[in-house]
């Protein structure tokens, strides 16, 4: 049962170009969602998150993108640079804030090229 | 910047045995979770640990795990009789409150053999 979904388990990119990264999720229980990198042999590491409040939320380079409607989530990076290069994960949490455990999606890996 | 240690960065065990992984969440985190990713797959949630006590955890969590606050300091995972499908990247996370942003550790690879 995958409550949250991305698609495109790789995309790449040239340097200084925009990378969009998709996910869909089933659960409308879902009112929180964030974004993780992972590098190899590391763990996720936060990189930005929205309410289900918003639908939009932006941090430096980094833009996330919320349609309730369709549920579908993205994140835009804007430049891309070779450092960005790693895998991303979409996660969901909800039920009114009183569960804490995130639902993962598989993941995405980018590839940023010089 | 604080962060979520864990140790240690490899297990390797044999089938059957027990196993302690240990974490150290972010010292003003009231929240402690688990994860693990099976190699190739999604991570997936175990555990969540508020107050001393369990307060979510999902099918995989049967009873050949546990989780431990000992001290004021760790949060550990147990698994009592290691099955070769155990083998996987176990996370620690922690959060200030349920909900919020959760923050990781890098992970304990374990082998069971």
């Known amino acids: 049962d995958q409550q949250v979904k991305q698609n495109s388990p790789s995309l790449s990119v040239q340097e200084g170009r925009i990378s969009i990264l998709n996910c869909d999720y089933t659960?409308?229980?879902?009112?929180?969602f964030l974004w993780y990198k992972k590098y190899p042999a590391e763990g996720p590491t936060f990189l930005i998150s929205i309410s289900s409040i918003k639908d939009k939320n932006e941090d430096g380079r980094f833009t996330v993108f919320l349609n309730k409607s369709a549920k579908h989530l993205s994140l835009h990076i804007v430049p891309s640079q070779p450092g960005d290069s790693a895998v991303y994960f979409c996660a969901a949490s909800g039920y009114g804030g009183s569960q804490g455990n995130l639902i993962f999606g598989k993941g995405t890996k980018l590839s940023v090229k010089p | 910047e604080p962060e979520v240690t864990q140790t240690p960065s490899h297990q390797v065990t044999q089938m059957g045995q027990e196993v302690i992984l240990r974490c150290v969440p972010i010292s003003n985190h009231l929240y402690f979770y688990w994860y693990r990713q099976i190699l190739g797959q999604k991570v997936e949630f175990l555990v969540s640990?508020?107050?001393?006590?369990?307060?979510?955890k999902s099918e995989i969590f049967d009873d050949q795990f546990s989780v431990e606050r000992p001290d004021g300091s760790n949060f550990t995972l147990k698994i009592r009789s290691t099955k070769l499908e155990d083998s996987a990247m176990y996370f620690c996370?922690?959060?200030?409150?349920?909900?919020?942003?959760?923050?990781f550790g890098a992970g304990t690879r374990l082998s069971v053999l």
């Open positions: 996370a922690s959060s200030e409150q349920a909900g919020s942003i959760q923050y």
């Open positions: 640990f508020y107050n001393n006590e369990i307060s979510e």
């Open positions: 659960n409308s229980m879902f009112d929180y």
